[in-house]
């Protein structure tokens, strides 16, 4: 039987509730993003009036930052919407006309909750797909178009291991365009089991062309098993040197770990050049990546019980957003004192889970005992 088909058709009460969430959820997105934006919109004003920045080029960069932002904002959304939407169905005395027809709390809540759920899966989403190319636009918008910095200055590397034979790869730049996804004055050495060189090559230039490195005007050197060493010239040599674009700008860049994917931060995890200290911050990261999305849902159900409480004498919006503001400050706090004391831990992807999961837990938790409580008034 399809799943389709043995799932419950959505009632009347169903699509009341989720539409009385609609008009609060779009205005809590609108006014936290335009709180979460205000900075960037002020830095905007300063890159066209000090920078000379094109105003195109300001706004464009401007709206990649938006997906970013809408992330962080969504849970705080939810928060607020399902405040306002269930504080005037409580001022109306619908909530308990329902409970008078026969119909719990849970119940009726209970579409407020499967949206929660919903939405959290929505920004887990566009937390791993659409986040780390809007930031990386971003991100080449201003170095290149905006402040002209073109190349990145100071060199870098990077290491491929587990390449056959117990093998591994060190490439060397000393910078890279992001305009053209080109990195500049590149060293490749390729190194067997025992950390002995076994091929050098060098090229001014290697682009980026999917799926890896052409480097242009390639000089190779072979070290023979005798101490022969054997020169070669490639016009276009493709080498992969384990990272795409998008990584060597954010090594270059020194792009915060928030802003990168859940996949991203894999990647550096598994990359095996971290010391044991940043891999514990990676690894928190790592858990909090796929925590943090949920928070939609864990709002959601804290906020059924405050919203139940009607406020005496109108003023509910003003009220809602002021208590949307203090759960969401408790919230993070909690989150940044819990992540602050993990990566300081010693231990692996367990202490990362327990410490990333533990304000979602915690919360989930009163709110679950708060709903049971005001379910049984």
């Not at 005395?93 to 919903?118: D, Q, W």
């Not at 996804?181 to 090559?201: F, G, K």
Request: glycine fraction near 10%; proline fraction near 6%; avoid cysteine.
């Amino acid at each position: 039987m399809p799943l389709a088909a043995s799932l419950p058709a959505p009632t009347i009460l169903d699509r009341y509730m989720v539409a009385e969430l609609g008009g609060p959820f779009t205005f809590g997105l609108s006014a936290f993003t335009l709180i979460f934006a205000a900075t960037d919109i002020l830095a905007i004003s300063r890159l066209v009036a000090e920078e000379h920045a094109p105003l195109a080029s300001a706004i464009e960069y401007f709206l990649w930052q938006l997906p970013q932002i809408v992330i962080t904002v969504v849970p705080m959304a939810m928060l607020l919407g399902v405040l306002l939407a269930l504080q005037r169905l409580s001022g109306e005395s619908e909530i308990t006309a329902l409970k008078a027809g026969g119909i719990g709390l849970v119940r009726a809540v209970a579409p407020l909750l499967i949206v929660g759920l919903g939405v959290s899966f929505v920004a887990l989403a566009l937390q791993e797909g659409v986040v780390p190319y809007a930031n990386d636009r971003a991100t080449f918008l201003r170095e290149d178009v905006i402040k002209h910095v073109g190349p990145f200055g100071g060199g870098s590397h990077t290491v491929t291991t587990g390449l056959p034979g117990g093998a591994k790869q060190v490439t060397f730049f000393g910078g890279y365009e992001a305009a053209t996804q080109t990195l500049l004055d590149v060293t490749v050495i390729t190194y067997d089991a025992h950390n002995q060189p076994q091929v050098i090559v060098f090229a001014d230039r290697a682009r980026y062309q999917i799926p890896t490195w052409t480097f242009i005007d390639a000089k190779e050197y072979r070290i023979n098993k005798d101490g022969t060493t054997t020169y070669t010239e490639a016009p276009d040599q493709q080498i992969d040197i384990g990272e795409k674009p998008s990584q060597i700008q954010q090594t270059i860049a020194n792009k915060n770990r928030e802003e990168m994917s859940r996949a991203e931060v894999r990647e550096v995890l598994t990359s095996g050049q971290l010391s044991p200290q940043e891999m514990r911050a990676f690894q928190t990261s790592y858990e909090e990546k796929l925590a943090r999305p949920f928070a939609s849902f864990v709002f959601t159900l804290i906020a059924v019980p405050f919203g139940l409480r009607a406020p005496r004498g109108g003023g509910s919006t003003g009220l809602g957003f002021g208590l949307a503001v203090a759960i969401v400050f408790v919230y993070f706090v909690i989150a940044s004192v819990v992540s602050a004391v993990t990566t300081s831990l010693p231990g692996g992807f367990l202490i990362s889970t327990v410490g990333a999961w533990a304000p979602n837990l915690l919360f989930s938790i009163i709110g679950a005992w708060l709903v049971r409580r005001a379910a049984r008034s």
